[in-house]
């Protein structure tokens, strides 16, 4: 290390009157220097960049302070950690720590929460795509299968009519929330009968076991009156089915979709100004249901597949400034050593970024481009920095939740992923990808296998 002082180039700014930020200036321009007391220098160093970095104290306390909100709201509570969120199976393994059970999507997450020891009984079956086989194995497995259109529901009827036990079944329901475009794509809808009718044709065959009522209403939804409308139309439901068919529901499951503090594009808030805390869609779901008018001793078990806001905020990215250069146009743009395909989410939030070190006063708008040769790889597309040297580290906020599964190996392979425990020591949870990772699974016929040039 050398003490001699940084040459910093002077940037001349247009001043511009009245537009300033009404939260203020600088927040985005503090030097983040540690997370959970480890220094981000250390980690790339010894991890590399670019490189994900989860905090396990953050996961704990998010699900922890989720469960007491909702715990001391309502009697019988259960969490479901929604796989596809984030499925590594070290962080999969904090939410089961901490008493989450396993939403799954798929066949593949389904023998994931399998192979990290979810009873089965305790991994929540959704989305479309269930085969014969993968209903069959539910059944058997007495999984809870959240049933999403009729075809389903027909297929899953002849396949218990092979077996011993009923089926544990769930409808999945759609609904007018009052927030608009409606996600009717999914499940049976609630206004226009569809739902009461799977309902009848569910207790008429005698062949499923109908447990529970679900929905999944959106994501990043920024009203909690719209989760206050949503339950209380499966508890209308819920006390139709005890008032027609004398049959007393175990739960209802209200999905996942509360926002975390990410600041999504064209919004005129940031994320942290405008996005409820989860106390509120805490008050508006338990208020409806236990003011429907279901008795006390009946009340349904309220089931919870929080994804993104319990793993967002404990999830930063790591990076490195590659180079800086001047658009035609005149604006910085700045290249960093990440983009798009492992920041999927960078195409409908601005990501929170701070540089890693410290830095003098001036700032300048600039474009953020990612080290991709693709057009639309921009992490971000103007935001104000202080001017970053190659070289340079940087922090990317928020970014826990879908980025890890939704990441592809574009152009670049995938970075390590790092969690750092309770007591401030990182361990590697995914190794940085190789060529073998790649091509383990290609296949070259032999007549393909040599050429000449
Ligand atoms: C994706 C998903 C979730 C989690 O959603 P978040 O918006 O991340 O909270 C929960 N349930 C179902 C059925 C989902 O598809």
């Known amino acids: 290390m ?84 984030n499925y590594l199976n070290a962080i ?7 008493g989450s059970w396993a939403e799954v999507v798929s066949r593949f997450e389904y023998d994931k929460a399998l192979q990290n020891g979810v009873p089965p009984d305790k991994i929540l079956f959704n989305g479309p795509d269930k ?26 009827i002849d396949i218990a009519a092979k077996m011993k036990n009923k089926p544990r079944v769930a409808i999945r329901v759609n609904m007018d929330t009052g927030v608009y475009p409606m996600w009717d794509r999914f499940g049976f809808n609630y206004e226009n009968g569809q739902a009461w009718d799977a309902i009848n044709k569910i207790m008429a065959t005698g062949k499923l076991n109908l447990t529970g009522l679900h929905t999944h209403i959106g994501t990043y939804m920024l009203s909690a009156e719209a989760y206050g409308v949503a339950a209380y139309k499966l508890a209308d439901l819920a006390i139709n089915i005890k008032n027609v068919h004398k049959k007393n529901l175990a739960y209802i499951d209200m999905g996942g979709g509360f926002a975390s503090h990410n600041t999504l594009k064209g919004s005129y808030q940031t994320g942290a100004d405008s996005v409820p805390p989860i106390s509120q869609y805490a008050e508006a779901i338990t208020t409806a249901l236990l003011n429907a008018g279901i008795n006390t001793e009946e009340l349904p078990w309220l089931y919870l597949e929080t994804g993104r806001a319990l793993i967002d905020d404990a999830g930063f990215l790591l990076g490195t400034v590659i180079s800086n250069k001047r658009l035609a146009d005149g604006r910085r743009a700045t290249i960093m050593d990440f983009g798009v395909n492992i920041l999927f989410t960078s195409f409908w939030y601005n990501h929170k970024i701070s540089p890693a070190q410290p830095f003098g006063n001036y700032t300048e708008d600039c474009v953020l481009y990612g080290p991709l040769c693709m057009n639309i790889d921009v992490v971000r597309e103007n935001v104000t920095l202080p001017p970053l040297n190659a070289g340079d580290h940087v922090v990317v906020h928020h970014v826990g939740a879908y980025n890890i599964s939704q990441s592809m190996q574009f152009i670049n392979l995938r970075p390590a992923v790092i969690m750092i425990d309770m007591k401030g020591k990182p361990h590697m949870i995914r190794k940085q990808e190789k060529l073998e990772t790649l091509e383990r699974d290609e296949v070259v016929p032999d007549y393909l296998s040599k050429f000449k040039l």
């Not at 909100?69 to 479901?80: D, G, H, L, N, S």
């Open 2 to 85: 050398t003490d001699k002082m940084q040459y910093e180039r002077p940037v001349i700014k247009p001043l511009n009157t009245g537009l300033m930020n009404k939260f203020g200036t600088r927040t985005e321009y503090e030097p983040f220097t540690h997370i959970d007391g480890v220094a981000v220098a250390d980690i790339i160093k010894e991890f590399g960049s670019p490189v994900f970095v989860f905090s396990e104290r953050k996961l704990r306390e998010n699900i922890r302070n989720a469960r007491r909100i909702f715990e001391t709201r309502y009697p019988k509570v259960q969490f479901a950690w929604s796989y596809k969120t």
């Open 92 to 98: 999969c393994n904090v939410y089961h720590q901490e």
């Open 131 to 156: 085969t014969d086989s993968d209903l069959e194995l539910a059944a058997q497995n007495n999984s809870p299968i959240h049933i999403d259109h009729l075809d389903e529901l027909y297929r899953l």
